[in-house]
C-alpha cells in the first residue's frame, strides 16, 4: 500500500516533501492551499498511491476538491475533532 497525508498551512510542496521508507510507503506533504493540494493529489494518483487523509484544514469541501482531483480514484479521508473540543483547536489554529 502507498500512503501520503497532506497537511496545509504555510508549506512549500517542492521542500517540505517528507518520505518514510519502510512499508508501507507513506508520504507527508505540506501545501499552501488548496489549488496546491489538487496538484499534488492528482500526482499522487499518478504514482500510483492508494489512499490520501487531509488534515483538518481542508474540511469537507476541500475533501470533496481532492476527490474530485484523484479522478474518484484514491481512498481520501480527512481529519476531525469533536465540536466541544473547538475551543480547543480555535486556541491553536486561530
Known amino acids: 500500500m ?3 497525508f497532506l497537511i496545509m498551512g504555510p508549506y ?3 521542500m517540505d516533501d517528507v518520505r518514510f521508507s519502510h512499508p508501507p510507503v507513506t508520504r507527508m506533504i505540506g501545501v499552501p492551499d488548496i489549488q496546491s ?3 499534488a493529489a492528482a500526482e499522487l494518483r499518478e ?3 492508494d489512499a490520501i ?4 484544514a ?3 469541501e476541500g475533501a470533496k476538491r481532492i476527490i474530485e482531483a484523484t ?4 481512498a481520501v479521508g480527512f481529519v476531525t475533532h469533536f465540536p466541544e ?3 480547543l483547536f480555535m486556541k491553536v489554529f486561530g
Request: charged letters at 35%; glycine letters at 20%; proline letters at 4%.
Open 2 to 4: 502507498r500512503y501520503a
Open 12 to 14: 512549500d510542496p517542492q
Open 37 to 39: 493540494a489538487e496538484k
Open 47 to 49: 504514482e500510483g498511491y
Open 53 to 56: 487523509e487531509l488534515c483538518g
Open 58 to 60: 481542508f474540511g469537507e
Open 71 to 74: 479522478g474518484h480514484a484514491v
Open 85 to 87: 473540543d473547538d475551543g
